[in-house]
Every structure is written in structure tokens, then in C-alpha cells.
């Protein structure tokens, strides 16, 4: 082998090897710019989690129930605390609170039991209590009830896809 062909092969080699190492580099910063593998997004606390009550418990207060309505996945099933009717459409939904929300409910948490699944779901259960008022007669009273929300997250923002409620069995 002359000089200049020993020359020339070293000089591609070194091509090669760099074109590589660019290729290696921008390919392994690409996956940290698009982050987690399988499509998997950065998991919520189970605080944050909790706090998705409080958002949907402001959304009570404005008194709109489409407001409300909002926060459920447009396939999203409520089993609501006062009503014996599965609702399983936005409209549905929407007519629950309808009647729910002319009692002026206010929530409080008293327990809540947080799990984190993924980035992208989270189930919060556990018991909570509605401070309500007759519409007619102004008179409060204070349901306690179960409930379980399953979050998903959906195009960046966390929805509920399910929404259990029931009056606690034992008063």
C-alpha cells in the first residue's frame, strides 16, 4: 500500500467515525428533548394529584355546570352521589349538575387514598363530605360520601374518566 492510499483511508475512516459520532449525538439528544421512553410523560405527585379535587371543587362554586362538565373526558362515566342514573355523555353530565349544583354544594375531603399508575393516569379515593343547601328553604345539611376519580392525561391535560360517588351505607 503507497503512502497516499494509507493517507486517503485514514481520511475516510475518520469521516465515517465523525459522521457517526454526530449521528450518535444528535440521535440520543433527540431522546432527551422527547423525554421518557414508550410515550410515557413525567408522573404527577400524589400531592398534585389531590389538588385535582380542589380545581373541580372551584368549579362547583361558579355554579355553571358546563364549567364543571369541562373537567370530564368526552367518554368520561359519573356515578353520581345523588341520583340513580349512570351518565356517560357530556349532556348527561352536564343535566346531573344541572340539579346537583342549585344545592350550592361545597366539598371538603376527609380522607383521600392518592395512586400515581403512570405519567398519564391516576386514581384518587376515598371519602368526602358536601355541605348542601335546599334551594327552597335555605336549610344546610352535610352529605358524607365515597368517592374514586380516575384522572387520565389527555393531550396535556388531566381529565376525569371516572367519577364513583355514593352516600356512605351507615348514615
Known amino acids: ?41 413525567k408522573r404527577p405527585t400524589g400531592k398534585q394529584v389531590a389538588g385535582f379535587f380542589d380545581n373541580w371543587n372551584k368549579a362547583l362554586q361558579t355554579g355553571d355546570p358546563e364549567t364543571v362538565a369541562d373537567l370530564y373526558a368526552k367518554d368520561a362515566v359519573l356515578l353520581p352521589t345523588v341520583s340513580n342514573k349512570v351518565r356517560a355523555d ?8 344541572e340539579h346537583f349544583l342549585a344545592n350550592k354544594p361545597v366539598g371538603k375531603k376527609i380522607e383521600s387514598h392518592v395512586n400515581v399508575l403512570d405519567g398519564n393516569s391516576a386514581l384518587d379515593a376515598g371519602v368526602y363530605q358536601f355541605t348542601l343547601t335546599d334551594p327552597k328553604t335555605g336549610e344546610k345539611s352535610v352529605v358524607k360520601a365515597r368517592y374514586t376519580y380516575e384522572y387520565e392525561k ?8 371516572n367519577h364513583h360517588s355514593s352516600k356512605m351505607p351507615e348514615g
Open 154 to 161: 389527555r393531550d396535556g391535560e388531566w381529565l376525569i374518566v
Open 1 to 41: 500500500m503507497t503512502r497516499r492510499a494509507g493517507k486517503s483511508i485514514r481520511k475516510r475512516v475518520a469521516i465515517v467515525t465523525a459522521t457517526a459520532v454526530v449521528t450518535v449525538g444528535t440521535v440520543a439528544a433527540g431522546a432527551a428533548v422527547a423525554g421518557p421512553s414508550w410515550g410515557e410523560s
Open 90 to 97: 357530556r349532556a348527561a353530565i352536564v343535566d346531573y349538575f
